[in-house]
């Protein structure tokens, strides 16, 4: 089991269910949500500032919706690699989009931390192809 997911997304729809679904199929016992990049960058830096161990508090995995107001999935990448990656090299990330634009699948290569892109909706289906993830195996 995962530790702590954190999920941005600003359809809030989704995120109940992403919620709802990473509990009840036992993928995690511990969500906190965020409704954009900005307020996912701000989960991050508060975090540092409050936790007395914020490398252990941190989530092991961020779900992440590209097509966002305020602060795009892309966005908060660029500002979340040199911010935190180097201090949460455990944390990866899952892009979970209803994009179907190519482009979109070759730049999440292209970010070290991404370890993998999953259509939305979050589904049973997804969470079991996510437990082969090379990443997310060790967890279960």
């Known amino acids: 089991m995962i530790n702590k997911i954190l999920c941005v997304d600003d359809d809030s729809i989704s995120l109940t269910i992403s ?3 990473l509990r009840r199929t036992g993928f995690t016992n511990d ?6 990049g900005s307020d996912a960058l701000d ?14 508090d941190a989530p092991s995995l961020i779900l992440l ?4 107001p305020v602060m795009n ?23 979970l989009s209803s994009t179907i634009d190519p482009e979109d699948f070759s730049r999440a290569k292209k970010f070290p931390v ?16 996510l437990k082969e993830n090379e990443y997310v195996q060790k967890f279960f």
């Open 19 to 21: 919620k709802l679904l």
């Open 31 to 36: 969500v906190v949500t965020a409704v954009d």
């Open 43 to 56: 989960y991050f830096k508060d975090l540092f500032a409050t936790s007395t161990n914020p490398i252990e």
């Open 65 to 68: 919706d590209i097509n966002m």
């Open 73 to 95: 999935g892309w966005e908060f990448l660029e500002a979340y690699i040199p911010l935190f990656a180097d201090k949460l090299p455990d944390t990866k990330v899952i892009i």
């Open 114 to 129: 991404v370890a993998q892109f999953v259509s939305k909706p979050l589904s049973v289906e997804n969470l079991a192809e």
